[in-house]
């Protein structure tokens, strides 16, 4: 009996077998009074009562419920067929709350999907009018379920019936639990009220009918069975069944449009197929703060194939710590929870659930050294268990930022195990994940950047990250109350260098999206500057000048974006060439412009992570200077503006 208790992939632990959910059949049953509705359609002219309807390429087929119109504009060559069929998949892609489309030939069939009794009102291409009688009665957030056997604390239940089972709470997702006090409940978590009461499936609702639910058999786990309902991003249909996880990920855009705000938009592919209201998109935006600079350089080259690389003396890469959490068992009665031989002490990490049954003569610690004894020995993929005393302690094996979601027996609280977030690091256009404090193990390419070769001196940046949330409520991918999401994160001196994102719907989170290789990008980066301007003019005609302007200093440390110079009147026999320095660089030039001989524009400077002095920013206060160092030798040139974008 206890491999029923103890087997990680078995969906909910304490079900032994039978007790499967199923929706009610409410729906798609004609009345004696109404039943399906059907519309003829055609693809060429036909005449009806008299009257000549011109049906050619480009005519709007439609049809109306209670309202609501859905659309499909007649192509060159379309059978009746295409038409119906692009109808139907309209008015079933956007989840219609009245009405589920069939069709067959030139027939679009209507049946009813509520069942409040009420009458929709139908129209079809302007031809055909009817009503649609909806069911009445029945209990539609009410599933019913088969015989089986169960062990909730401990105790065996096996009716001889099938059970009637509560009314499910509208709009939301439910478990089903068995208590052995209390009988049948809904909660709105995966946790019972009380520990080891069965969880025997869940529901998810609108607000009046059953729209998914989850559907087990012994050995399989869980699978979800879709009954009705809106559609919106894809789920999984492997040969299993739905596992419940969206096969679509968003597609993340990003722009700038004012000073210091990165802009977002968010969109999915014309291949995304309506399964469940989006209820959010996020995105995960991993980025340098140009402002603080590099961290370090590289003390020696690297190749594209090193796992190690080289810091000057002293140097070192901040490694993010796992942080861990700890859950106390006992061999005794604590507060409301009965503990004694024959109790079945648990911890779930996940999805996976490991048990012990207490033994006479077990202690506190022997039972925690069999909890993590279990653990450990089934390899678990989320967490490694230590034991002191009568104290489980778990520490995150994942890396990816994420949290798992933790329950014990024995009265403890549930807890949240969050997985250490990478330590990730910017050289080139690169990024690596630091093992390491030394940099003696790095993980190459992450975030589908490439691994590179790399040079002596070659700027390391730590990356930090951000999250943006971008609720949706539920909206229908590809109806008309789609609001094509977007978000808008301030970033002031700040470079994108990689992004995660997804989408959430009521199945859970799609598969992430990892986008980098931006466009526009400068040094492996989209760069978001700080906004503003320095102006560098030397009036009148030009000569060969140290200092020509002095002292132009900011307010505020800013990123540089790109530097350019013009002239109003062209360098003749020779090009003008002049620098800008910032105060501290030695005498270095920040940047060197060449007009060159008969023009008035410069090069434009665009500013890279191999900079001649930092590169990247000036200083507050710092002082920006303009030389001139060589002229037009028939004529030099006359009033040179130098401007540099912040």
């Not at 049946?111 to 009688?133: C, F, I, Q, Y």
């Not at 996976?352 to 049954?357: E, I, L, M, S, T």
Request: overall charge negative.
């Amino acid at each position: 009996m206890a491999v029923y208790f103890a087997a990680p992939m078995f969906a909910r632990a304490g079900v032994i077998a039978g007790f499967v959910l199923e929706a009610p059949v409410y729906w798609g049953v004609p009345e004696p009074v109404g039943g399906p509705v059907s519309f003829t359609y055609y693809n060429a002219d036909v005449t009806l009562s008299g009257y000549t309807w011109h049906i050619y390429t480009g005519f709007v087929h439609w049809v109306s419920i209670a309202g609501r119109v859905y659309q499909y504009v007649q192509q060159a060559g379309d059978s009746v067929g295409t038409i119906t069929a692009a109808l139907a998949t309209a008015v079933n892609g956007a989840g219609d709350p009245d009405a589920v489309a069939t069709h067959s030939g030139t027939q679009l069939t209507l049946t009813a999907r509520r069942n409040t009794g009420a009458v929709t009102a139908l129209l079809a291409d302007g031809m055909w009018s009817g009503t649609l009688t909806q069911l009445a009665g029945g209990t539609p957030l009410t599933p019913t379920i088969s015989k089986g056997v169960l062990f909730a604390q401990g105790t065996m239940y096996r009716p001889g019936t099938a059970p009637a089972l509560p009314a499910a709470p509208a709009n939301q997702q439910s478990w089903l639990f068995y208590s052995t006090t209390s009988g049948w409940y809904w909660r709105n978590v995966p946790t019972p009220t009380v520990s080891d009461d069965a969880c025997v499936g869940w529901v998810v609702t609108n607000a009046s009918t059953i729209v998914a639910l989850s559907s087990r058999r012994i050995g399989t786990g869980e699978e979800a069975v879709i009954t009705a309902g809106p559609r919106a991003i894809s789920v999984d249909t492997a040969a299993s069944g739905d596992t419940g996880v969206s096969t679509e990920a968003p597609y993340l855009g990003v722009a700038v449009s004012r000073p210091g705000v990165l802009d977002l938009g968010i969109s999915f592919s014309g291949t995304a197929v309506n399964v469940a209201g989006v209820y959010s998109v996020t995105a995960m935006l991993h980025y340098i703060d140009e402002l603080v600079g590099p961290i370090n350089g590289l003390a020696a080259g690297m190749t594209s194939g090193a796992t190690s690389l080289t810091l000057p003396t002293g140097g070192s890469l901040p490694v993010a710590s796992p942080q861990s959490i700890s859950f106390t068992y006992s061999n005794v009665t604590v507060g409301l929870v009965t503990i004694g031989p024959g109790y079945v002490h648990n911890l779930t990490i996940g999805a996976a659930r490991y048990n012990y049954v207490q033994e006479p003569g077990d202690t506190s610690a022997a039972i925690a050294a069999a909890i993590a004894a279990a653990v450990n020995a089934a390899v678990d993929v989320n967490a490694l268990a230590t034991v002191t005393g009568a104290v489980v302690t778990l520490t995150p094996l994942g890396s990816g930022g994420g949290v798992v979601s933790c329950t014990a027996s024995d009265g403890n609280a549930a807890q949240s195990l969050y997985e250490t977030q990478p330590s990730y690091y910017l050289i080139g256009s690169e990024l690596i994940e630091a093992q390491a404090t030394n940099g003696s193990a790095i993980a190459r390419g992450c975030l589908g950047t490439t691994a590179a070769a790399h040079a002596l001196g070659d700027y390391i940046w730590q990356v930090q990250a951000v999250g943006r949330f971008i609720p949706l409520n539920g909206l229908l991918l590809g109806t008309t109350a789609w609001p094509d999401p977007a978000d808008a994160a301030p970033f002031r001196g700040l470079g994108l260098v990689a992004a995660e994102v997804w989408a959430t719907n009521e199945f859970g989170d799609s598969p992430v999206r990892e986008v980098t290789g931006f466009t526009s990008t400068i040094g492996g980066r989209f760069r978001v500057g700080c906004g503003g301007q320095i102006s560098l003019v030397a009036d009148g005609v030009l000569g060969v000048e140290s200092g020509a302007v002095t002292q132009a200093t900011l307010q505020q440390t800013s990123s540089v974006q790109r530097i350019f110079a013009t002239v109003n009147l062209a360098p003749v026999g020779a090009d003008l060439v002049c620098k800008v320095y910032v105060a501290g660089s030695g005498h270095i030039p920040f940047a060197v412009l060449t007009i060159p001989d008969g023009t008035t524009l410069s090069n434009v400077v665009d500013i890279t992570t191999t900079p001649s002095v930092d590169g990247l920013v000036i200083g507050a206060g710092a002082a920006v200077s303009l030389d001139v160092a060589q002229v037009g030798s028939t004529f030099p040139g006359e009033r040179l503006v130098v401007t540099v974008l912040l």
